[in-house]
Each structure stands twice: as structure tokens, then as C-alpha cells.
């Protein structure tokens, strides 16, 4: 199980308490009227630098949301791949994906840090490589189509628990 953004999300937790910001447990969505600047995680992985900046520039308030990758989540990922319309190597290859995902099943696979400030959404994020490759799997199932007795309007958003 990989505990990489489990750690660093009970770490924020504790500094956004530590620095007296208030949290705003949600997911962050921006429609196309507002201006998005994300922040340089690969380059620049400290929250500390970014959450530093936001209390410069006068934010209070902190969305804070952590996606952990769920039983329901890969269950329903299975039973779409049951009914993909896939021919045997290429179900192989997506089951056996799948089922090494399930070891990262509860850890924490997205985290999400966000202040608005003067019209302008602050937007940190990082996600692991795991995450990643599930959220590969899920549109690969997708655009495999479904066989008759599958279910082909199901939306990857779906997926993602907005808990």
C-alpha cells in the first residue's frame, strides 16, 4: 500500500490548523469565467510555499480535498471490464491492471489545496502515479464500449467519490 500522499494529507491538515486557516472540505470545479493558476508541484512540492503565498495575498479560507481510491470504485471498475467489449488479451492485461490496483484500495491516490483571491482560483494538486494509472484504466475500459448486456452510458466521474 502506498502511504506517500496519506502522510503529506494528515501533514496539511495539521499546518492549515497550525496556520489558523479555515478549511472548506469540498472538490474544486472552475467554469471557464474564472482564471485558474496551478501551482508548480513538480518543480515546487512544498504545500508550505504555496498555503505561505496564499496568506500573503490575504486568503483565509482553504478548500481542502483528498480522494482515496475506494472498494466501490475498483468494484465498479470490475464489473465494466466484465462487460467491455474486449477481446481476451486485452481483458487480461486490463484485469490484471485492476487487480494490482487493489492494494492501494483506501489510500489516499489525489489531494487538492485551492484559495481564490481577487477573482483568481490558487489551485495545488498532486496525485500518484497509481491514481493515475486507474483513472487510464477506467477510460481505456470505457473506450472499449460495452457488449449488449453492458451498461455503455456510464460516466468516469462516476468513479470518484466526492466525499
Not at 134 to 156: C, K, S, T, V, Y
Amino acid at each position: 500500500m502506498s502511504g506517500e500522499l496519506d502522510a503529506l494529507s494528515e501533514e496539511i491538515e495539521r499546518y492549515l490548523a497550525q496556520q489558523q486557516f479555515l478549511i472548506f472540505r469540498g472538490y474544486p470545479e472552475t467554469g471557464e469565467a474564472r482564471l485558474v493558476a496551478h501551482w508548480d508541484t513538480e518543480n515546487y512540492p512544498d504545500y508550505r510555499e504555496f498555503l505561505e503565498l496564499g496568506k500573503q495575498l490575504g486568503a483565509r479560507v482553504v478548500l481542502y480535498y483528498v480522494h482515496r481510491l475506494t472498494t466501490e470504485a475498483l468494484d465498479e471498475a470490475g464489473q465494466d471490464l466484465e462487460a467491455a467489449d474486449l477481446d481476451e488479451q486485452q481483458y487480461l492485461s486490463l484485469r490484471a491492471r485492476l487487480r494490482a490496483l487493489r492494494s492501494y484500495e483506501g489510500s489516499v491516490g489525489w489531494l487538492e489545496l485551492c484559495y481564490l483571491v481577487d477573482g483568481v482560483a490558487f489551485l495545488y494538486r498532486r496525485r500518484t502515479d497509481w491514481f493515475m494509472d486507474f483513472h487510464r484504466l477506467l477510460q481505456e475500459i470505457q473506450e472499449a464500449g460495452f457488449d449488449e448486456a453492458g451498461d455503455d452510458d456510464q460516466d468516469i466521474d462516476e468513479f470518484f467519490s466526492r466525499n
